[in-house]
């Protein structure tokens, strides 16, 4: 034993020092762990630049000329593709050892045997998730050829991509990497282990001891056993003082646990991020370098679990690596490779749609389940930037009651006050959530680690287990062998928490048991960060939108053809197939990086791609269903509506409004509006006065509202000396996360943009017709930007528009919109998934001065009773409702990851509408899905079998969300299944009774899940006195019910 007086320092950094793998190595015990090295024979093949990895099979590679490289060698430039044949002698003298093959090249890389068989992924850099071994074989022996044969495929990137600078700074294009190491070595064992052992015990001693000699026991008992093995260990007689090394630490490490320790639910990961700092194509790629080598440590270590989320991902190894994807399945099917979360990709958690949530469980799940025969029983988002608060209706109606993230420990002013809680949406609908207390999904299973999850759990004494979940993340590279070792020496060791080899169903069994006693929270689940994500790459968003609303229309019309009859069947299976390929691009597009824009230039561009695909394939199946749908005698114009309430439009020609009609809900059936009020105006000092019949507008010269009357209630929307429309700029240069976030001090920086030069800035006219006004003007913003904008006010809609063209070249400039409403209430909704969410205007506490800036969907509104006002928009996500403005988020600049983000021009559209307050909360709905959902130019015939009304609701707050060709039976694409499925929500927050009407012949329903399986028994539609067919359901507040309809 040493000396009462030893200085604790010292002896912590000798252990630290004998563990490093930078300092002393010639004489430390890292130094011991490769003892033997030969050089390897490199020979390289460069896939040419113009060539894609895809497009290039391993048998055609390997036949490629390969010539000799050395150590030092750089290939490059930045996504370029490198190949590597490696031969590989093993010493005679080896026999017996463990024998590892080593490679970094800075890069990223796989490792195939000569069969063109993925076995393992290496990491080159960043240093902390290094993967630079694989193992050739645990205790050699010669019995095959003289030379082992390797394949390499380096990938010029490293796992956080090639940032110019810092890891988010946009890539630098130009980027070699340097071979560094490349040979084959004998691995010794026992130093490994001791190296383990070592640094468990410096971690012990760190985190258990204090500089004053206050602290655990354990913590000095750690320290006193790594200094007495770095004592016992000596050079020249290795073998024999190693024994009493080991005796040491076995000695230290043989004391358990209490009973009542706190349990680590360790479960192996690897966050990949879909896209991010790379692209989806290297994605890909990841996803086999990664679950390879988790492949390779599962043989070895029989106990351990890995929990892997995103079926797109799982699809893509499917596809471009068979032999990968039938080895993930073999342990897949021994539930330790277990798919979790349910969805297509790890989506967005504010900006989707409700119905793209319910289609990310719909597609994941159907996946999970054919291929596996697996459904996830939990909804996995560990890394996303915040959640929408009807996640747990959502999740409930998709069969999932359990839900896993981190990441609200990233909020910067206000901590979570649970990592175990029940998670009450707007519904009521509650699900069991659990934040793993380590702050990670990328542990290393350190004591340090252990330790934190313990200390930081805000729910002691309340549960017994916390999940850790283990495993390099963000670019992908999952669990470590280190990892694994360490926490099999921690399984049970008194001073640190116990581990257990687990799975989330296991986790959450546990955690359910123990609910009684947990908390409850009640709404969303804001992130204090990254809420410059609602606004950042305008053009994810404004396609996000689009592709909503199109493949709404795609598939209601193929539902519709399917269900008269009027389709083949080889095109309804080739049709349904478009969609549900337009539905998955949309999906994936969702990703946590991509839709919030917070990825490089080149995966947005990629990205955008892949929705103009989404929207080209909605289109050609809305055009097929409509020629399905025609009648065949003589066409004639027509608007067709897919919203099931009447909707009033103007017909043009030559661009001038002809007429308003009025289209019946779901149909192209119309009637002429007789009784019109007509568009007024009056110009004088600088003003237009325009009048319709729900408002009397005053606009002034810049093209702000100075004035605006409503009609029905006589309220003056705009306050004394203030102006609508008033677009505003704020610096907006965040602390780190450029595309990321915007801080509460941009707020301090408005500027208001009115600043015509001249008067061909000022507001003209350009149309003036008793059905509709509209004005222009155009003006300088920021220093180098322009903003055009028509203004139109029609005799048939009750709000006002703001058709908007924005040239943008600014540099971390915010532009904003802002509508200073005459309206008194103490909190603002705003349009979410399936429903709305109140959220104060004030600053009463740090929560509500935190939500600064929040997500909303196609409106948002303040309220009195009788009394509103609301704003809204066809593509904006970002809003901020202080007091009385309402402020719309329309543009940021910010420059990286993508050094060019949004430097280009946008078109947008959005609008202002007063009405009766909350009792007109339901008009304020149908007028935001009206303004997203355009009425489809046609010409058809009138046709009674197609004409008429083909769903009617007659509830104001119960909307037709979708209609939709039912899902196949799993396994059989070719059939269709003679069903549609209808799902509708309760959208105002009442209780509600809804009578569904339909023209279709359809025979009877039933109420069914999100995921389409029946939840309620066959009942046959109802026949009504005059004719009319229906089914009638009751809604609770915001209460999303699906029904499959059978013909
Ligand atoms: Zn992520």
Redesign the pocket.
């Known amino acids: 034993m040493a000396s009462l007086h030893k200085n604790r320092r010292t002896t912590l950094e000798r252990i630290e020092k004998f563990v490093s793998r930078i300092y002393f190595t010639d004489v430390n015990l890292y130094g011991r762990i490769y003892p033997h090295q030969e050089n390897v024979d490199i020979f390289h093949w460069a896939l040419p630049q113009d060539q894609h990895w895809k497009s290039i099979s391993f048998d055609e590679i390997i036949k490629q000329t390969f010539l000799p490289q050395k150590i030092g060698d750089c290939f490059g430039p930045t996504w370029a593709t490198h190949y590597f044949k490696i031969v590989v002698k093993i010493p005679e003298s080896w026999s017996g050892k463990e024998i590892h093959l080593r490679w970094n090249s800075n890069s990223e890389a796989l490792l195939f045997n000569s069969l063109g068989e993925p076995l393992q992924g290496f990491t080159g850099s960043p240093d902390h998730q290094k993967r630079e071994e694989f193992i050739i074989s645990k205790s050699w022996e010669k019995k095959g050829p003289e030379e082992l044969v390797y394949f390499i495929e380096m990938a010029c990137n490293s796992m956080f991509g090639a940032g110019k600078g810092g890891m988010i700074d946009a890539p630098d294009p130009d980027r070699k990497y340097s071979l560094e190491m490349a040979n084959v070595a004998v691995c010794d064992t026992c130093a490994y282990h001791l190296l383990i052992d070592l640094e468990l015990l410096f971690d012990m001693a760190k985190e258990l001891t204090e500089a004053d000699g206050k602290g655990d026991s354990r913590g000095y008992q750690a320290l006193y056993a790594g200094n007495q093995i770095i004592n016992a260990i000596q050079a020249d007689d290795w073998k024999n003082s190693f024994r009493e090394a080991q005796r040491v630490s076995n000695e230290f490490f043989k004391y358990r646990n209490g009973e009542r320790a706190h349990i680590i639910d360790a479960m192996g990961h690897c966050?990949i991020?879909t896209a991010?700092l790379w692209t989806y194509d290297e994605t890909i790629r990841k996803c086999a370098r990664s679950w390879s080598s988790v492949i390779a440590l599962m043989k070895d270590y029989p106990e351990m679990t890995f929990v892997c989320s995103q079926a797109q991902q799982f699809s893509w190894v499917k596809q471009y690596y068979p032999s990968l994807f039938e080895e993930m399945k073999h342990f897949i099917s021994l539930g330790r490779f277990i798919p979790v979360g349910g969805t297509w990709v790890?989506m967005d958690g504010n900006i989707p749609s409700g119905e793209s949530f319910i289609r990310q469980f719909l597609y994941g799940q159907r996946f999970f389940l054919k291929e596996f025969g697996i459904r996830s029983q939990e909804f996995w988002l560990p890394?996303t930037f915040g959640y929408s608060a009807q996640t747990p209706q959502i999740l409930k109606h998709v069969g999932i009651s359990r839900f896993l993230t981190q990441k609200l420990s990233w909020s910067l002013v206000n901590k979570f006050p649970h990592h175990n809680f029940l998670w009450e949406g707007i519904d009521g609908s509650t699900v069991i959530v659990h934040f793993p207390p380590g702050d990670s999904y990328e542990a290393n299973c350190k004591v340090s680690e252990a330790l934190k999850t313990e200390r930081n759990l805000l729910d002691k004494g309340r549960v017994t287990r916390s999940v850790m979940l283990y495993g390099f993340g963000?670019g992908g590279g999952g669990p470590h062998k280190p990892m694994l070792d360490r926490m099999e020496r921690l399984k049970d060791v008194d001073g640190v928490p116990k581990f257990e080899n687990s799975t989330p169903n296991k986790f959450f069994e546990n955690l359910e048991a123990e609910s009684s006693q947990l908390c409850r929270w009640v709404g969303e689940l804001y992130l204090e960060l990254h809420n410059g994500t609602y606004t950042s790459q305008a053009d994810m968003k404004k396609y996000n939108r689009s592709c909503e609303y199109k493949l709404r229309d795609a598939e209601l019309l193929l539902a519709i053809a399917f269900t008269l009859e009027r389709i083949p069947l080889a095109d309804l299976v080739d049709l349904r197939t478009n969609v549900e390929e337009g539905w998955r691009l949309l999906l994936v597009n969702q990703f946590?990086?991509v839709l919030p824009g917070s990825s490089i230039e080149l995966a947005h561009t990629e990205a955008k791609e892949w929705f103009r695909k989404s929207l080209q394939l909605a289109a050609e199946v809305v055009d097929r269903c409509i020629s399905y749908l025609q009648g065949t005698s003589i066409a004639s114009y027509s608007l067709l509506n897919t919203l099931p309430w009447s909707r009033n439009a103007l017909i043009y020609e030559n661009e001038k409004p002809l007429k308003a009609i009025s289209v019946k809900p779901m149909s192209w059936d119309d009637d002429e509006l007789g009784d019109i009020s007509p568009v007024v105006m009056e110009q004088g000092g600088g003003i237009h006065k325009i009048s319709n019949k729900w408002f009397s507008v005053e606009i002034d010269s810049s093209g702000r509202i100075s004035s605006m009357i409503h009609h029905a209630s006589g309220n003056q929307v705009v306050p004394t000396k203030e102006f609508g429309n008033q677009l505003v700029l704020f610096d907006d240069i965040p602390l780190y996360w450029d595309a990321w976030d915007c801080m509460d001090y941009h707020i301090e920086t408005r500027n208001a943009v009115n600043r015509p030069s001249c008067t061909e800035e000022e507001v003209h006219v350009e149309l003036a017709t008793p059905l509709k006004v509209t004005l222009k003007w155009s003006q300088p913003v920021g220093q180098k930007s322009r903003v055009h904008q028509k203004i139109h006010i029609t005799a048939v809609h009750s709000f006002i528009e703001f058709e908007t063209r924005v040239e943008w070249a600014e540099n971390r400039k915010f532009l904003k919109v802002e509508f200073p409403v005459e309206v008194h209430a103490n909190q603002a909704s705003f349009d979410t998934q399936f429903g709305f969410l109140n959220r104060p205007n004030h600053k009463n506490t740090s929560w509500d001065s935190a939500k600064f800036e929040v997500c909303g969907h196609k409106w948002a509104d303040l309220s009195e009773p009788a009394w509103g006002v609301s704003v809204l928009n066809d593509s904006k996500y970002g809003w901020s409702v202080h007091g009385r403005t309402i402020t719309m988020s329309l543009l940021r600049s910010p420059k990286a990851p993508d050094a060019n983000c949004d430097m280009h021009e946008h078109f947008f559209r959005y609008a202002l509408m007063p009405h009766n307050g909350l009792k007109s909360r339901s008009e304020v709905i149908r007028e935001s899905y009206n303004f997203n959902c355009e009425l489809i130019s046609t010409k058809v015939s009138k046709d009674t079998s197609t004409s008429g009304s083909w769903f009617t609701v007659n509830s104001s707050s119960v909307i037709l969300e979708t209609i939709k060709p039912c899902e196949p039976v799993l396994g059989d694409d070719k059939t269709p299944v003679k069903r549609i499925l209808v799902r509708l929500f309760e959208s105002c927050g009442d209780r509600t009774h809804a009578r569904i009407e339909t023209s279709l012949p359809f025979v009877n329903y039933m109420e069914c899940n999100g995921l389409e399986e029946p939840i309620g028994p066959l009942l046959p539609f109802v026949v009504s006195t005059k004719g009319q067919k229906f089914f009638t359901a009751s809604f609770t507040p915001f209460q999303i019910k699906s029904f499959l309809l059978s013909f």
Do not use: S, V
Request: glycine content about 0%; charged content about 60%; aromatic content about 12%.
């Open positions: 966050h991020d991010w790890e890394d963000d946590h990086d």
